[in-house]
């Protein structure tokens, strides 16, 4: 091999670059978000909570096509009471606050949906009631 | 030997862009017969509803008359079915014109019909606004305009309904739409709305935006907000255009209605009483 010494140089210092992120803070990923239960003391969702954890963003977008596409606007019954397809109108009745709940899984892993850019958060309606 | 390849390559290779070329003629010359009929007289047409009904008569099919002999008496009826749709569907209010959201909103009877106007009109015509929304048409151009399928037509009921999240502000739509009906959103439009609707979503910067005949109210059994808001008057009337004994048709079948650039061939599903 030629230029021996520069090109293993190169690679591992290449190398820890890429890993940068996971050396650097200790090859620890953070303590794990906590999302709040939700503040009304409700202990049924739509789906066991495995399932929402893996796939809420699936059943919204199932929900959305429903509702809009196909004219599918039948109630999820929970818990014996009645909810809209939505996510003003289902889920934020329970987890209403979504920076303790939406937000926590989302900043940790890094994803910002634009789910907020239309609909409205707990917060942002209280925020315009009050003026 | 060389040249009896070559000469035999270049027969093939005419006999191939030959039948290349006429495969089409062909193809149209044999179906001609099949397709030429039905495809003219439609556009002929053109006009009010005929061509209508045998298209989608099995159908609900959402429509509307606006009486404006109602509001001729009541201006103020107007703007209060306007207030009740900017508080149902958080439509913001915003002061400049060029950049204005609008579901339903009032104009001057030649805006509203530049193809009924002309000279020496009755005084009422002249100083009255006129209500003018969405037409829901049955022959919607937005819906053919739009390139991600995010204003389409709802098999259900007719309405010409939006998925938000799919327009990509292209505004085609508004482009083909012969009413102006859709707004655009040049700005975020949340500081301007007075009040929210927390049963509706806002919209976004970037979307383009229309009446949706109140479908999400309706699929609560309510009726749309501003019919709601007329409740009693009959100034908006609200029901299936083929359903032969509902109000609607009555009204229809009574009065004398003209719709708003019938000449479009969109065949719209609001009626006006003038």
């Known amino acids: ?68 596409r196909n004219s599918n606007r039948v109630m999820i019954t929970v818990d014996g009471k009645e909810y809209r397809k939505g996510l003003q109108i289902a889920c934020m009745q329970c987890h209403s606050n979504k920076e303790k709940f939406c937000d926590t899984c989302h900043d940790y892993a890094a994803v910002s949906p634009t789910c907020w850019d239309c609909h409205i958060a707990p917060a942002e309606l209280a925020k315009k009631e009050a003026q | 030997m060389m040249d009896n390849k070559r000469r035999k390559f270049l027969k093939m290779a005419g006999a191939t862009v030959l039948a290349g070329i006429s495969a089409p003629a062909i193809v149209k010359l044999s179906s001609t017969d099949a397709v030429a009929s039905g495809g003219g007289q439609e556009a002929a047409a053109g006009g009010h509803s005929q061509s209508a009904a045998g298209a ?41 014109r060029k950049s204005e959201i609008k579901w339903i909103w009032k104009t001057g009877y030649e805006n509203a019909f ?113 019919v709601e808001a007329c409740k009693g008057t009959g100034a908006l009337v609200f029901g299936d255009l083929n359903d032969a004994d509902s109000e609607i048709r009555k009204v229809l079948d009574e009065e004398f209605t003209i719709q708003r650039k019938p000449s479009a061939g969109t065949i719209p599903s609001v009626f006006y009483i003038v």
């Open chain 2, 114 to 226: 530049p193809e009924h106007s002309h000279n020496h009109r009755s005084q009422i015509l002249e100083h009255n606004q006129f209500a003018v929304l969405c037409n829901h048409c049955d022959n919607p151009s937005c819906v053919k305009a739009c390139p991600t399928k995010a204003t389409f037509v709802v098999e259900k009921n007719g309405i010409v309904a939006m998925d938000f999240h799919r327009c990509i502000g292209c505004r085609f739509c508004m482009a083909a739409c012969p009413f102006g009906a859709r707004s655009f959103n040049w700005q975020d439009p949340r500081p301007f709305i007075k009040r929210y609707n927390p049963d509706f979503p806002t919209r976004m910067r970037g979307v383009v935006e229309k009446c949706n005949f109140c479908g999400e109210r309706l699929a609560l059994g309510l009726e749309p907000a501003c």
């Open chain 2, 56 to 96: 989608s008569s099995a159908r609900i099919r959402l429509g509307m008359v606006v009486d404006m002999r109602v509001f001729y008496q009541d201006q103020a009826l107007l703007d209060v079915a306007i207030e009740a749709c900017v508080k149902a569907h958080n439509i913001p209010e915003i002061p400049d």
């Open chain 1, 1 to 68: 091999m030629y230029n021996k010494g520069y090109v293993i140089t190169g690679l591992v210092i290449f190398v820890l670059f890429v890993t940068f992120p996971v050396w650097f803070n200790g090859l620890d990923a953070g303590p794990l978000p906590k999302p709040e239960p939700p503040p009304g003391g409700e202990k049924q969702c739509v789906a066991p909570a495995a399932e929402m954890r893996d796939s809420h963003m699936q059943l919204l977008n199932e929900w959305r096509d429903d509702v809009l």
